[in-house]
C-alpha cells in the first residue's frame, strides 16, 4: 500500500459525495468519496492526512503530453523494476517518497521501462483512501 503525508486544504460536498483536496509537500492530491454519509470529524481542513492508494491502481505513463482529467499525477523516476511473468513491479521516486506501481510486464516492455526512467505515475481520485494519522 502507498501512503503519502498530507494536510487536508479543501472539502466539498454534495449529497453523498465529497472531494477533497490535500497537500503533500506543495503537490496536490484530490480524493473522491462516493456514498459517504458520514463526515468524520478528523476530516476538517487544516488537518494532517494519509494519502493512501494500491500498487495496483497507479497507472504509469511516459512521454505524456496533452489534456487529461486525472488530476492525482506524480512525476517520478524509476529506482527499479522486478518482473514477473504476468505482473510486474515498479519501485518509483516521487518527491522524498518512495512508491510502489504493479502492472502488467506486457505495459512493462511496451514502455520500455527501465530503472532512471522518468514517468507520470497516476492514479484516480475514486482510488485514493483518506486515513486519520494517529
Known amino acids: 500500500m502507498n501512503r503519502l503525508e498530507g ?10 459525495i465529497m472531494l477533497i483536496d490535500v497537500d503533500v509537500d506543495g503537490h496536490g492530491f484530490s480524493a473522491l ?13 487544516g488537518n494532517s492526512v494519509d494519502v493512501v492508494f494500491k500498487e495496483t491502481e497507479v497507472t504509469l505513463a511516459k512521454n505524456i503530453s496533452g489534456q487529461i482529467s486525472l488530476r492525482n499525477r506524480m512525476k517520478c523516476n524509476v529506482l527499479s523494476v522486478k518482473r514477473g511473468e504476468l505482473l510486474s513491479t515498479i519501485l518509483l521516486q516521487f518527491q522524498h517518497y518512495t512508491i510502489t506501481s504493479a502492472i502488467t510486464t506486457r ?24 486515513m486519520k494519522i494517529r
Open 7 to 16: 494536510i487536508i486544504t479543501q472539502i466539498q460536498k454534495v449529497e453523498s
Open 33 to 45: 468519496l462516493i456514498e459517504s454519509t458520514i463526515h468524520p470529524k478528523w476530516l476538517q481542513i
Open 107 to 130: 505495459s512493462v516492455d511496451y514502455l520500455q521501462i527501465t530503472v532512471g526512467d522518468e514517468l507520470v505515475a497516476l492514479v484516480k481520485a475514486n482510488e485514493i483512501s483518506l
